[in-house]
């Protein structure tokens, strides 16, 4: 689906020129900018200067066509930098992704984009590349990466466009205030997508994961914001498959997927992990077998980059590390058992002050139900406990459970009721809840012409 237009250049002072390429999708959102990816290769078998694009994006102009009008974009020159080049090494390849500037602002459902670069006297045009413009129509997202687990939290949202004919997969990129809507693939039919966690930031190797059918695993591996190649897709070995947590990429750019797998009868089935290194089929090694689905799978990375999975169950929460040996099975270290009455709901991971007993970082805030309302109480990732279970209304069914640090979690109930200690709100539609670095809440919902939509949430007695 992507238009590729590629071009030979050629210099005297060069042994053999490098191969410039240029690709942009052609579905574009309104109000979103627009960016091209370049690829600069030495094809030869000696090393090659070229011009610098990062540094003189000015080399590279945008010709737009569109409504009518014809206009002309261009980035303007970074000063000081006018002699900078790349070397390239014989067989190397350097990527830049340029974004065309003022493109956010066209109004307009066709545009006809063309480039020429102007490090050769004269410049040389790349072919047209024709694009069609359209308001996103968000059908499922991924928005948990907003609210994920120190270390691991990002503001990247994977989501699926419907168009009228197709569904297409697409990644939000934040940088600052401005966000980037990037197509990514086209889905043989929409459904949930799932973006990775990992500890290396937005830069380094994720993926995005969905199933089709009842037992089909897709896989989009990303490097950056950049697909890594098509897709993948497995047919796992159960006639039913279910995502059960987030997956994680860990250090070594291994893939992990919680999946849960019924059992043939009953409510009872197994929590497994389906594993995949590269374009290798995946491995799933069994966690645990359980009586019923558990209430909640939360996967993350440890500081070091290894992951672990937390399993809340009624009367338990327990913490699943990864073995040495892989086919071993998991290691299991109990964090908290049912007691007086009290069953557990959800947990979350969040920054714990250091006290004079704790010296603070990364812990458990658990919400459990009491007798006498909800209770949420920290404790470490060894599931030692740092503090007395504080109680709030219990309002029916947790849907999330968020962190503040020292002040009170908000507890976000299924009929849109917000309570933070004994402050409320209404929230409405379906969405996420994080929080802002000066401990503010913000509610993050899936919008027509959005995609995403923060509003900032206001409490009242």
């Excluded at 003189?56 to 102009?61: A, E, I, N």
């Excluded at 030692?384 to 503040?404: I, K, N």
Aim: hydrophobic share 40%; glycine share 8%.
């Amino acid at each position: 689906m992507h238009l590729l237009a590629s071009l030979v250049l050629c210099q005297l002072a060069w042994a053999q020129a490098p191969r410039f390429s240029a690709k942009i999708h052609p579905l574009q959102f309104s109000g979103a900018p627009m960016v091209v990816d370049i690829e600069v290769q030495n094809s030869s078998k000696e090393p090659i200067k070229v011009p610098d694009l990062a540094l003189r994006p000015d080399l590279v102009r945008f010709g737009l066509s569109y409504a009518g009008r014809r206009e002309r974009r261009y980035n303007s020159p970074a000063t000081g930098h006018e002699d900078a080049e790349w070397t390239l090494q014989a067989g190397d390849i350097r990527e830049l992704r340029l974004e065309i500037p003022g493109s956010s602002g066209i109004q307009a459902q066709a545009v006809t984009v063309t480039m020429q670069l102007h490090h050769t006297r004269p410049p040389t045009t790349l072919d047209p590349m024709k694009l069609k413009l359209t308001s996103p129509q968000p059908v499922a997202a991924d928005m948990s990466g907003i609210a994920a687990a120190p270390g691991c939290r990002n503001p990247d949202v994977a989501w699926v466009h419907q168009a009228d004919d197709a569904a297409y997969l697409v990644l939000q990129h934040q940088v600052g205030e401005r966000r980037y809507q990037l197509t990514l693939a086209e889905l043989s039919e929409p459904a949930q997508p799932w973006l990775s966690h990992s500890r290396r930031d937005t830069l380094g190797e994720r993926s995005i994961v969905w199933l089709t059918g009842s037992r089909k695993l897709h896989i989009l591996r990303l490097r950056g914001q950049r697909a890594r190649g098509d897709a993948l897709a497995f047919d796992l070995p159960w006639p039913k498959v279910e995502v059960a947590g987030q997956p994680v990429t860990d250090k070594t750019g291994t893939l992990r997927i919680p999946v849960w797998v019924p059992a043939p009868a009953g409510d009872g089935g197994e929590l497994r992990v389906a594993t995949i290194s590269g374009r290798n089929r995946p491995t799933t090694p069994r966690v645990v077998r359980l009586d019923g689905r558990p209430e909640q799978v939360l996967s993350t990375l440890n500081p070091d980059g290894s992951p672990i999975i937390i399993v809340v169950s009624e009367d338990a929460v327990d913490a699943y590390t990864q073995p040495d040996v892989p086919e071993l099975p998991w290691p299991r270290r109990t964090l908290w058992r049912t007691q007086e009455g009290a069953t557990a709901l959800r947990v979350a991971l969040g920054t714990y002050p250091p006290t004079s007993h704790d010296t603070g970082g990364t812990a458990i805030l658990l919400a459990t139900r009491w007798p006498t309302g909800v209770g949420t109480q920290w404790m470490t990732m060894q599931g030692t406990s740092l503090q007395g279970p504080a109680l709030v209304p219990d309002l029916g069914e947790l849907q999330q459970v968020v962190p503040r640090g020292e002040d009170w979690p908000a507890l976000l109930f299924e009929d849109g009721t917000l309570v933070v200690g004994d402050q409320q709100s209404g929230l409405s539609g379906t969405g996420i809840l994080a929080t802002t670095p000066s401990a503010g809440l913000v509610w993050h919902t899936l919008t027509q012409d959005g995609p995403v939509r923060d509003q900032p949430v206001k409490l009242s007695r």
